[in-house]
């Protein structure tokens, strides 16, 4: 099993949702973020008084899905999330050990 974390433009995120929904994906879950990579924020001028914005609005998201899947949804994120801009986000991938379904006591892939 893998973990994917995926760091995207807020307004992104319908998109990636609906391509992981077409590669077969039923769970995700999605947090609200803010920070920067190599873009370091910008500056915004606000009643006439120029400030600088150094961490922006980004979303998380994390699914947890079986081997074979990766490289599908990996492939639907980038595609989905990409404008070409900076910014546009960063992909991760780890190992997972093993999952619990609390519910049902379920392990391993049944419990994805």
Request: aromatic letters at 6%; charged letters at 30%.
């Amino acid at each position: 099993m893998k973990k994917i974390e995926a760091i995207i433009k807020p307004f992104k995120l319908d998109e990636v949702k609906e391509a992981l929904h077409d590669v077969g994906l039923q769970g995700i879950t999605v947090t609200e973020a803010k920070g920067f990579g190599r873009q370091k924020g910008h500056t915004e001028l606000y009643r006439g008084a120029e400030y600088v914005v150094d961490f922006l609005p980004k979303v998380k998201i994390e699914l947890v899905l079986d081997d074979g899947l990766v490289e599908r949804a990996v492939e639907a994120i980038q595609n989905a999330a990409h404008t070409g801009r900076i910014g546009d986000g960063k992909i991760f991938i780890t190992t997972v050990e093993e999952a619990i379904r609390i519910r049902t006591g379920e392990t391993g892939a049944e419990a994805i």
